[in-house]
Nanobody, 121 residues
Framework: QVQLVESGGGLVQAGGSLRLSCATSGTIFSINAMGWYRQAPGKQRELVATIGSGGSTNYADSVKDRFTISRDNAKNTVYLQMNSLKPEDTAVYYC???????????????WGRGTQVTVSS
């Protein structure tokens, strides 16, 4: 059973920082891209940041220069360091990863259940 489990969310004041983690588990042969998405109440889920297997990164304009995505390939874990948080960053943050798992011939996208981030003004 493949799982992605996010952690590190919480309540923080504007200007503060949080670090999200997403750990994968299960029989995983390879991981391609990993990323973070978020969904605020009443809004669609949106891309926050992605990181390729080689370390190339991509960020939403709204988080550039404030958020940093990284990954530990030995631990099959992806992180999101969030600095200078703003109230508009409040959302449920979801982890996504393209996984090649046992019994599959291609990479498939998996999602975590999300972690709440609330930024107070």
């Amino acid at each position: 059973q493949v799982q992605l489990v996010e952690s590190g969310g919480g309540l923080v004041q504007a200007g503060g920082s949080l670090r999200l983690s997403c750990a994968t588990s299960g029989t995983i042969f390879s991981i391609n891209a990993m990323g973070w998405y978020r969904q605020a109440p009443g809004k669609q889920r949106e891309l926050v940041a992605t990181i390729g297997s080689g370390g190339s990164t991509n960020y939403a304009d709204s988080v550039k220069d404030r958020f940093t995505i990284s990954r530990d390939n030995a631990k099959n874990t992806v992180y999101l360091q969030m600095n200078s948080l703003k109230p508009e960053d409040t959302a449920v943050y979801y982890c996504n990863a393209d996984l090649l798992i046992q019994g599959s011939a291609r990479f498939i996208g998996y999602w975590g259940r999300g972690t709440q981030v609330t930024v107070s003004s």
